[in-house]
């Protein structure tokens, strides 16, 4: 079993984090994270004053539990044993130099169609016009891997033109021999996607070190301390 871990850290570098990004990504964490906003349409967006990170993933994939893992906040994203109950975006300001974007869960079989048009208008809109969007988060489930669910979000990123990189989650139900196959079979998936980043983090919202290499990597887009919070951001870096 420790050998399967050795060779997934050696496959997929982002778990093994640079000290000095862990604690960059340890201390952005650690400064207080709080609800600012929730749209449900687009005239309600926040106006864009923070580089954001989106998280976006279906139903039950595990987004309300990492984003409170990864602020060490139990409740900042309400949790729910009721797939689909996040039906709008939430704005999360973490500490004045990030947004943590929570976009509403896709695939929810029950959800009504008119329900499902209208958040994927809002998503498609929030996509194409959010110049302080960084990268998007796509969690997938471990146990799954990318399903066909994922394939309508994951075209909509490569045609906004989004950077996105692929978050596995509940690594914690899986050994680590399954979990090299399906972090393998997921990395010649993104082979085809013309906006998927090449890495992909191993997390669990319960345990595992993923938490730490995640909040590094997400570190590297924050603002600096020095720079001010109000600035109107534009563009997007390369
Ligand atoms: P969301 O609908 O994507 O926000 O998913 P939730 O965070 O509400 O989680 C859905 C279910 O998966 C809940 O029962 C959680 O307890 C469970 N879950 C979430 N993250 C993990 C994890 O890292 N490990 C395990 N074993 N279960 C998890």
Same mark, same amino acid.
């Given at each position: 079993m420790a050998e399967a871990r050795e060779i997934l850290t050696? $496959?997929? @570098? @982002?778990? +093994?984090i640079d000290s000095d990004l862990a604690e960059v990504g340890r201390r952005l964490f650690a400064r207080e994270a709080r609800f600012v906003a929730g749209a !449900?349409? &687009?005239s309600a967006l926040l106006h864009d004053t923070l580089p954001e990170i989106a998280f976006a993933g279906r139903s039950n994939v595990g987004k309300s539990s990492l984003l409170n893992a990864l %602020? #060490?906040? *139990?409740a900042l994203a309400r949790t729910s044993n009721t797939p689909g109950r996040t039906r709008q975006i939430n704005f999360f300001d973490l #500490? &004045?130099?990030l947004m943590l974007v929570d976009l509403p869960g896709y695939g929810y079989a029950e959800a009504p169609k008119t329900e499902v048009r209208r958040w994927t208008a809002l998503l498609r809109g929030y996509l194409r016009t959010r110049t302080a =969007? *960084?990268?998007v988060c796509l969690l997938v489930d471990s146990r799954r891997g990318i399903t066909e669910i994922d394939h309508p979000m994951m075209q909509m990123l490569d045609a906004s033109g989004v950077s996105y990189q $692929? +978050? =596995? %989650? /509940?690594?914690? /139900?899986?050994?680590?021999?399954e979990l090299a196959l399906v972090a393998e079979r997921t990395a010649a998936e993104l082979v085809a996607h013309a906006a998927a980043h090449p890495e992909i983090h191993l997390t669990s919202a319960f345990k595992g070190p993923g938490i730490a290499a995640l909040? &590094? %990597? =997400?570190g590297s887009f924050a603002l600096a &301390?020095?720079? @001010? !919070?109000t600035v109107v951001l534009r563009g997007r870096p390369q």
């Open positions: 050696e $496959i997929f @570098p @982002p778990q +093994v !449900s349409e &687009a %602020t #060490g906040r *139990r #500490g &004045a130099r =969007l *960084r990268r $692929i +978050v =596995l %989650t /509940k690594t914690d /139900k899986l050994g680590a021999c909040r &590094a %990597t =997400l &301390a020095e720079e @001010p !919070s």
